[in-house]
């Protein structure tokens, strides 16, 4: 037993409340109680103390879109449009990096994440070559919990009923060993890939039964939707129909499915994505920086459709930093609907917790400070020259705060930060090994930067 | 003498040169040579040696907007129109509140700009009522440079050329005895106001009496201008001109002028600006969250004008952090423009080095690394989760660093923070009295903020 005592508990819970002079109890994995520090340190005199005097408590983040392997090539996708950005930094990079470069970045990204209060992140897309055991591993020792989307595609790219078959047991195969390892913080998902440029293929049988067998092993399905005017246009172009409705047709929508960016979608797919209950990750800096479209987000919003936050990666953003993402979905939003009012901090702290929770099916365990839910817990200190005086907690979060006020970090109950300090693996040797594998990966890859000052 | 060794030095010189394995000397309030570390070394055995391996140097940040004296009210402008923002937080504010509290927020916000690596700041509309005496002494205490526009207004609301000089003369008394002042950290402007809505008045004596007395005295002029549609269509109402225009003729342009905002300005008053050498200060995080418009920054620099960055205030943005400036800048150019080529992390480092250095008139010893400039520098410590690997460390200190990688800061060659500790002043009285004050004046104001949730 442990209780955190004499905090603001931001709990997130459905009433929204905001508990001074708090305690949260913790047992094993879970929260048990969240309850004012003199009723909780009388229940629980003999658990060990936590003094946290002052700290505001929030819910860990959730950061649902993060191609954690990229952070090897932190900045080498900066002023790239989408398609050579894939063809000329992604895909190759995929294909000359080794499976330990991939641990190595997803690592560090991990790492950053929970340096900045990020307890649960969704990988689209992990390479099938990756090292799983490894990475499963790193994912143990650093305590993040992690929704990996196993990327699957027919290899032979044919479709047909028994091909798709071969491809998604293959997978599946792969995903039961790993999923709910490491005391259930690794969850398996389909990581899937829809046709968005000339070139690509479609694959309606491997759709239908990557949608059945999510279905029957309850995990969810991510993939790039509607990002980009090329992308969009190129499925009204060849299909006839909006991407959302491409998705409807070939059974890529549902409430166990994560749609990623859709910037480009329209009222008639909004209304899609409300009535098949899809949810939707925003990822408002990497949009912005590569300039791949403003998602409507108030409307998809107002529509009820589930939206949640991400960060995309070091190669379009270049962070891992949820603090970033909700601040800057408030001020899109605000900058092009022409109103203050637009977006509060209070939409975008839900984003990232509830909402990032409901994103990937968790609800009931994750996103909120509850009794019976997980502790995955941030402890911010907000008693910093950036974010003091506090006269509106959730304001100082979204708006002043950054990864400096990030002070402890729990998953499942274990101390994953502590005072600013990692507890699973040595970063100093993790950074080392990092800069050297960049370097070389960059090598190989011929790839330098943007950058046109001397150096010397 | 100071030897600051082994560190990788982006020079914003007029090469923009980015010197490795470097060091920088420093004789007094000095920087008197750069090169590599080998050179400087040898050369100056003697001196003081500070090991700062691997770090990462820039010239200090200047941000050329920033209402220091708001920090006490952060996050209280949230969702709110900047005229009801003025009336009903800021106006009843500069009121209500005693010299000791401007003083207070101004140290308050000034300790956050010293750990985000700002080094001189510009504040607007300083109030005739503060005690310029703390608040001098506060600036010196920190070690930090200010340009203080002191508001200025006839008192009267009349205007005539007997008026307008005794205003004008009342002012420069003050300004005079505080300008260079804690050896030349000081530094005092005009700080005027120009009509931006109905009920404003136009003192046009005034205004030329402002103009010839800065220019006798080489100081600058700073004002808020065409920043909303509201102030730019005001304007273009009562005066038959767009606001460019209207300054232009009102002798309130030129290169001792810094605009700040102008998010509406027109191609015609572009060319206005070019042509007078009239300086813009930008800031995309305060525009975007008040939504008052979105600057064509890319247009304004391109016609050749001068573009710094500023943060604005702890109560629209809410922070004074130039990271943040410097990264949103680049993601909002690149989001209306729709190309992820619109702005470079190399032109955003230039508005806030030495570009906001030519915005002040200190082109000639501020904004860059070169001998004989003053000795205003950040070391950052990029080895970090969040910072690594390096590939191009400008792409990595505008898009990838936050205050965290702040590591230590020299103003005039005095070590103002180290190791992330604010040297000057301690900081946990100042925080403590912040929250004091800071619920006292709200409760006086009877502001609340905007949150919505259940506080218990």
Aim: glycine share 6%; charged share 20%; with cysteine.
């Amino acid at each position: 037993m442990l209780l955190i005592n004499d905090v603001t508990a931001v709990t997130m819970d459905a009433q929204r409340r905001i508990l001074s002079n708090a305690s949260i109890a913790i047992d094993g994995n879970q929260i048990v109680a969240v309850d004012t520090s003199d009723v909780l340190k009388t229940r629980f005199a003999s658990a060990e103390q936590f003094q946290a005097d002052g700290m505001v408590v929030i819910p860990g983040l959730i950061d649902t879109h993060a191609h954690a392997d990229q952070s090897l090539l932190r900045g080498l996708g900066d002023l790239m449009h989408w398609i050579p950005f894939l063809d000329d930094v992604v895909e190759p990079y995929l294909v000359k990096r080794d499976p330990a470069d991939a641990v190595l970045a997803n690592t560090l990204a991990m790492m950053e994440m929970l340096r900045c209060g990020t307890t649960c992140f969704v990988s689209p897309n992990v390479d099938p070559r990756d090292d799983y055991q490894s990475l499963s591993e790193a994912i143990g020792n650093l305590g993040i919990r992690a929704v990996l989307g196993r990327f699957i595609i027919p290899a032979s790219g044919k479709d047909n009923l028994e091909i798709a078959k071969t491809t998604v047991n293959a997978a599946v195969n792969v995903m039961n060993k790993w999923h709910g390892s490491q005391n259930n913080l690794l969850t398996m998902w389909f990581g899937l890939d829809v046709p968005r440029r000339p070139g690509d293929t479609d694959h309606p049988y491997f759709y239908k039964t990557v949608s059945e067998q999510a279905e029957a092993m309850d995990v969810g399905i991510v993939y790039h939707f509607c990002s980009e005017i090329e992308d969009a246009n190129y499925i009204v172009d060849n299909y006839g129909v909006r991407p959302a409705e491409w998705s409807k047709d070939n059974y890529a929508l549902g409430s166990n499915v994560l749609l990623i960016n859709g910037c480009q979608v329209t009222p008639l797919e909004i209304e899609i994505l409300a009535e098949t209950g899809t949810n939707l990750v925003h990822s408002p800096v990497a949009n912005m920086k590569m300039a791949t479209g403003i998602l409507p987000l108030v409307d998809v919003l107002n529509a009820g459709v589930n939206v949640s936050l991400g960060t995309d990666g070091a190669l379009n953003n270049n962070s891992y930093d949820m603090f970033s993402e909700m601040k800057s979905a408030c001020l899109l939003q605000n900058a092009i609907r022409q109103s203050p009012t637009a977006m509060t901090a209070q939409t975008a702290l839900e984003m990232a917790t509830v909402r990032g929770a409901k994103a990937i099916g968790r609800e009931d365990d994750l996103g909120s400070i509850e009794p019976n839910k997980m502790a995955d817990l941030v402890l911010l200190d907000l008693k910093q020259v950036n974010t003091y005086p506090i006269h509106d907690p959730v304001s100082n979060i979204v708006f002043s705060a950054n990864a400096r006020n990030v002070h402890t970090v729990f998953v499942a109950g274990r101390k994953v930060l502590d005072d600013g300090c990692i507890t699973g693996m040595d970063e100093a040797m993790v950074l080392q090994s990092a800069q050297e594998r960049g370097e070389k990966i960059c090598a190989e890859l011929k790839l330098s930067g943007s950058n046109t000052w001397p150096v010397s």
